[in-house]
């Protein structure tokens, strides 16, 4: 995952290639990061949430899933949901893949 430096703003940027949903070669470029690994986590947690992968950690789903809240439920609801994460479902999961949870763990939890 390359990183690049933009020496005009002294900033880093990430730009790469990717396939959408329907098969079509699409470019991505984010510009304005601090740090060159900055840069390459925002492309990596691009490409997890754009390839719709399970291979990411629970807590990473659960900041999408926080995203998608915000923008479609009341933000009393968005709170409610938070609390429920954060204090009964990530202290059990959050280190945990996607892929990696089991029927088993969750009947455990």
Excluded at 24 to 44: C, D, L, P
Aim: hydrophobic share 30%.
């Amino acid at each position: 995952m390359p990183a690049y430096r933009d020496k005009e703003r002294n900033t880093w940027y990430s730009s790469f290639k990717y396939k959408d949903w329907s098969g079509k070669t699409k470019s991505k470029t984010k510009r304005g990061f601090a740090t060159k690994k900055e840069a390459q986590n925002w492309e990596r947690q691009f490409k997890l949430r754009e390839y719709h992968e399970l291979d990411m950690r629970f807590d990473e789903f659960y900041k999408l899933y926080l995203e998608y809240c915000q923008k479609r439920l009341k933000i009393n609801t968005v709170k409610t949901k938070e609390q429920i994460f954060t204090f009964h479902i990530l202290p059990f999961f959050e280190d945990k893949k996607m892929n990696e949870i089991t029927p088993v763990m969750i009947t455990a939890w």
